[in-house]
């Protein structure tokens, strides 16, 4: 038999802890070293008189002592400055040197720049570098360029002498687009033990949408700041009531079904003689009813042209003088749906969580009805300066919309009507035009 015998230690003496002395202690040492000894040698046997009075080790006494010859601004506790892992620098010079298909995520930079994730994740914290989410943009030629900074320089004033913006009161933005039932991927807020929500569909490439066209103008405030006029012409859907062809478990044979519309130049043509026409004629205030009013839409090939001879005799229908326009080609920051308000309503109709194609119908305009027309005009300023970017580019879109702090400038009262743009740039932009 073999007996194994354990002793057995205390706890406190498994572990090696070592004793911090504070800048304090350590002074009160030197001072006592001081009070036995000439200020540059130390006696034979003072350093064991100081290490028993204080209860420290002789070699604690021997460190302080050799600090002080240094000064007395040495003699500090030193750990702060040597503990934890000495900081990995982050060099931006040596990213900008990798491709940028190599840093799409930060795996594959910390990856090329021989560092940690983590490591690369603190610096990311720390702001040394930025992340960037980076959209494809239509591509221009130099006419479509041209064609842009002509657009901006027709919306400048032209009884000012100073260079400013019209106010663009007369101009009728008028687009499409489809508003989906969901989204394929949402992200949600949960607590620990609450259920996650279940969604489903048949497909999710075949999720249901509809179509809309969406018209609005400018709208307009008094000297008070009430709002006289919401610029909201309408929201028209493109869907159809049609019979339904066959039974099913939900519905009868013939039951009318509410169904979207394909659009086509005939479709486009019904709906802006037989919806917009009439909207605009009935809603625009009546101090401009004999002004000139454009209807700016883009270029695609399902819009009606310009000069299309029935819409030509609606308009003129009444005397009124409503004429239709294009904006530049590939150029969707020229169109006040595009550049905001759409991404808006889109938000808004998101948060109502419709469930079939009438429900989309009918939170789409609840969410119209519910933008405020504050919000709507400052999109209408941020035309404007994108407009003043498009002229200092020579018609480029290699831009970031400015910000001029709009919601401050509105709480206090002093949000411009219209914005000014310098001589020079306004020059420049028309000899580029020649």
Known sequence: M??????????????NSRRVYSDEDKRKIYAALLRRTSPDVLNNGVTTAVAAEFM????????????????????????????????????????????????TTL????????????????????????????????????DNKKARVRYALSMLDPDSEDPKFQGGYNIVHMDEKWFYKTKGSQNYYLDNDEEEPYR???????????MFLCVTTRPRFDADGNCTFDGKIGMFP????????RRSGNRA??????????VTRLVSREYLIQ?????IKEKWPLEDRWSPIFIQQDNAKTHVLPNDPEFLEAAAAGGWNISLICQPPNSPDTNILDLGLFAALQSLFQKKSPTSILDILMKVQQAWNEYPAERSNRVFLTHQTCMVEIMKLMGEHRYKIP????????????????????????????????
């Not at 010859?69 to 982050?90: A, D, H, Q, T, Y």
């Not at 489903?200 to 509809?210: A, E, G, L, M, R």
């Not at 044979?253 to 394909?262: A, H, S």
Request: hydrophobic share 40%; proline share 7%; charged share 30%.
């Open 2 to 15: 073999v007996l194994f015998f354990f002793a057995v230690v205390p706890l406190g003496r498994l572990v």
């Open 56 to 103: 420290v080790p002789l070699r604690v006494v021997q460190r302080v002592w050799n600090d002080g010859l240094g000064g007395i601004e040495n003699i500090c506790n030193k750990k702060p400055l040597n503990c934890w892992c000495k900081r990995v620098e982050f060099n931006p010079d040596a990213m900008k040197l990798v491709p940028p298909s190599k840093r």
């Open 107 to 142: 795996k594959d930079l910390a990856y090329e720049l021989g560092m940690s994730k983590s490591t690369l994740q603190r610096r990311f914290k720390e702001k040394e570098f930025r992340r960037h989410s980076n959209a494809i943009k239509p591509r221009i030629t130099d």
């Open 200 to 210: 489903s569909c048949q497909s999710k490439h075949y999720i249901d949408k509809v």
């Open 238 to 245: 493109f869907v159809t009531e049609k019979p339904a062809e």
């Open 253 to 262: 044979r013939g039951t009318m079904e509410t169904k979207p519309l394909n």
């Open 275 to 279: 919806k917009v026409l009439p909207a």
């Open 403 to 434: 910000h001029i702090r709009k919601g401050v400038l509105q709480r206090l009262g002093i949000l411009p009507e219209v914005l000014h743009v310098d001589h020079a740039i306004v020059n420049a932009a028309r000899e580029f035009i020649i």
